[in-house]
Nanobody, 128 residues
Framework: QVQLVESGGGLVQAGDSLRLSCAAS????????MGWFRQAPGKGREFVAR????????YYADSVKGRFTISRDNAKNVAFLQMNSLKPEDTAVYFC?????????????????????WGPGTQVTVSS
């Protein structure tokens, strides 16, 4: 089992950048495919990005492609989400997620239930 805790959220203006961190503890971090979801007020959970456990292959939602970058540091048990050119529509609670040795293709990666482990979330608010 793995425990996840997000940090780095906050209030920024449109066009600014933020970097979210996800600290993991428990089992071997490098064995987990990591991802990020977000949930805006009144909406369901939306896939943002994922990075695989084996090859580090990344995949992004179209809405963030070219602006967000997911990465991981297996030596420090941390995953990151670098968010640039933020827009008001990026306002949401951002959740770090993990799945043990999961091979999640383009469709599977977007399904919340494919990730058994979730952090409590961190709020990101982008003002216009």
């Amino acid at each position: 089992q793995v425990q996840l805790v997000e940090s780095g959220g906050g209030l920024v203006q449109a066009g600014d950048s933020l970097r979210l961190s996800c600290a993991a503890s428990g089992r071997t971090f490098s064995d987990y495919t990591m991802g990020w979801f977000r949930q805006a007020p009144g909406k369901g959970r939306e896939f943002v990005a994922r990075i695989t456990w084996s090859s580090g292959t990344t995949y992004y939602a179209d809405s963030v492609k070219g602006r967000f970058t997911i990465s991981r540091d297996n030596a420090k048990n941390v995953a990151f989400l670098q968010m640039n050119s933020l827009k008001p529509e990026d306002t949401a609670v951002y959740f770090c997620v993990a799945a043990f040795r999961a091979t999640l293709g383009a469709f599977s990666a977007t399904i919340p239930s494919n990730y058994p482990y979730w952090g409590p979330g961190t709020q990101v608010t982008v003002s216009s």
